[in-house]
């Protein structure tokens, strides 16, 4: 089944929210290192699970082709909206974070 719109979107999406968050988990382990702040810990800890959850949702767009998301249109377009406002939300947290 070919990935329709949405799918290919959504991966799209999903890559750049893994580099942002890539980036801001490598700010917050400097702070880290030097601070040794538990705040800062736990803000490291939050993005690494959301990196994980990233990279295993671009692994699974990108593995399974009759997927929920490709079978269904209203559901890869609910996903594609899901990943649009994690990117906005990624997006304004990397703006803070490197500020």
């Given at each position: ?70 079978a269904d249109p209203i559901a ?24």
């Amino acid at each position: 089944m070919a990935m329709g719109v949405p799918t290919i979107l959504g991966i799209a999406l999903t890559a750049v929210n893994s580099v942002l968050l890539t980036v801001i988990s490598l700010v917050w382990l400097r702070n880290y290192r030097q601070f040794r702040s538990t705040m800062v810990l736990g803000l490291l800890g939050f993005c690494l699970v959301l990196l994980v959850e990233n990279l295993v949702g671009l692994v699974f767009f990108l593995s399974s082709m009759n997927m929920l998301y490709a079978a269904d249109p209203i559901a890869g377009q609910v996903a594609l909206g899901m990943h649009l406002l994690e990117l906005i939300a990624v997006s304004f947290l990397t703006y803070v974070t490197l500020k």
